[in-house]
Nanobody, 113 residues
């Protein structure tokens, strides 16, 4: 079992930036062998992949955030980050950190127009 603790959400104006962090603890084998990712869920919509990153820093992004968001990972700290730039109102959602079958509690990101 892996515990994930997210931080960094908040309210920002369109065009602004936010940085999310997710610290993992617990099953070290799972942390070291699995990709970590960020998902988001807006009201009335399905949860969708935002970005993921392997331990060797191979990244994958959802089409809607390519060129605006950057995922990174600090293996020494078991932490993954999501730098979000040029935010749009449609980025408003609860953002969840994920590794294998574990999920964080979610952090709200609200982008005002």
């Amino acid at each position: 079992q892996v515990r994930l603790v997210e931080s960094g959400g908040g309210l920002v104006q369109a065009g602004g930036s936010l940085r999310l962090s997710c610290a993992a603890s617990g099953n070290i084998f799972s942390i070291n062998t699995n990709a970590m990712g960020w998902y988001r869920q807006a009201p009335g919509k399905q949860r969708e992949l935002v970005a993921s990153i392997t331990r060797t820093h191979i990244t994958n992004y959802g089409d809607s955030v390519k060129g605006r968001f950057t995922i990174s990972r600090d293996n020494a700290k078991n932490t993954v980050y999501l730098q979000m730039n040029s935010l749009k109102p449609e980025d408003t959602a609860v953002y969840y950190c994920n590794i294998q079958f574990s999920w964080g509690q979610g952090t709200q990101v609200t982008v005002s127009s």
